[in-house]
């Protein structure tokens, strides 16, 4: 994924103002906005160039790419360019929550436009910014386009007098933060056929996550070792994947005796959604 390196928090507190702006066919309801707000940055996301679509359709959605941007570089905000899958949630979501995620880790200030895009991405884009509470902010329109002159100029959205509304964030409930990171693991290794108990246990171990620390010598004995085990699996199939079963984000998937944890497309949106799994 093409983007900027992480900045860090600019001495004397100050922070940077960075904007994610999904872009579809627009072009007055990606840059209105800026008429009346300052921003240090801006991130377009669009879909790539060499996108396996009509190529009719991406020479269009770049036109507008490359006229978004000319209008805000004339406005001093510095612009990078992320290539996205815009017509798959979960790479939208992927792609705007690790995004979200580690410019807010830098200090900065995030904003997130959800009507410079199509119906679709904006439900990713809505989702992403309420989970990381980033403002979200939608720009109204005064009227649409009719020619198409009128659509080369403003985009599908003509905005005359500048309205945007600012969404109230409310929180949306995820799993305690071990069980994200397992279900990243899981997402990661989804075409491995997902992962046994004592994988699990194992990456728990790695990510030295409270209670799963490993053998102390005096432990390393057959008897000892086989009651540790015992108990991580305890602790493995009663606290974490019990509660992400209930939840419906993973599922057993039994060969004889034996099982394997495959994470659900419910889980997937909750891995994507994290901002631990980087995009492109």
């Given at each position: 994924m093409?983007?900027?390196?992480?900045?860090d928090p600019l001495p004397g507190g100050l922070r940077d103002v960075?904007?994610?702006?999904?872009?579809?066919?627009?072009?007055?309801?990606?840059?209105?906005?800026?008429?009346?707000?300052k921003a240090d940055r801006a991130y377009i996301l669009a879909v790539p160039p060499d996108a396996g679509l009509d190529p009719r359709m991406v020479r269009k959605?770049?036109?507008?790419?490359?006229?978004?941007?000319?209008?805000?570089?004339?406005?001093?905000?510095a612009v990078?360019?992320?290539?996205?899958?815009?017509?798959?949630?979960l790479d939208v979501l992927k792609v705007v929550s690790y995004l979200i995620r580690t410019e807010k880790e830098a200090g900065n200030a995030v904003y997130v436009n959800m009507s410079s895009c199509g119906r679709k991405t904006s439900v990713a884009v809505t989702l992403a910014a309420m989970v990381h509470e980033a403002m979200l902010y939608y720009v109204s329109a005064d009227r649409y386009a009719t020619a198409d002159g009128e659509e080369c100029e403003h985009g599908l959205?003509?905005?005359?007098?500048?309205?945007?509304?600012?969404?109230?964030?409310?929180?949306?409930?995820?799993?305690r933060p071990e069980n994200v990171r397992l279900l990243v693991e899981l997402f990661r290794r989804k075409e491995e056929g997902g992962m046994t108990s004592e994988?699990?246990?194992?990456?728990?171990?790695?990510?030295?996550?409270?209670?799963?620390?490993?053998?102390?010598?005096?432990?390393?004995?057959?008897?000892?070792?086989?009651?540790k085990k015992r108990a991580l699996l305890n602790r493995t199939n009663r606290g974490y994947l019990?509660?992400?079963e209930e939840q419906g984000y993973v599922e057993r998937e039994w060969r004889g005796r034996h099982f394997s944890i495959r994470i659900t497309k419910a889980g997937e949106h909750i891995a994507c959604v994290s901002g631990l799994v980087p995009g492109g």
């Open positions: 093409s983007m900027t390196t992480k900045n960075v904007h994610i702006i999904p872009l579809g066919h627009e072009i007055d309801r990606a840059v209105a906005p800026f008429t009346k707000n959605q770049h036109y507008f790419v490359g006229r978004v941007t000319e209008q805000l570089q004339d406005l001093g905000i990078t360019f992320v290539p996205v899958a815009m017509f798959d949630i959205s003509i905005v005359k007098t500048v309205r945007t509304e600012v969404f109230q964030p409310f929180r949306i409930m995820m799993p994988e699990i246990i194992e990456f728990f171990h790695d990510a030295n996550t409270h209670g799963y620390e490993r053998l102390h010598t005096a432990e390393r004995d057959g008897y000892q070792r086989a009651k019990k509660e992400l």
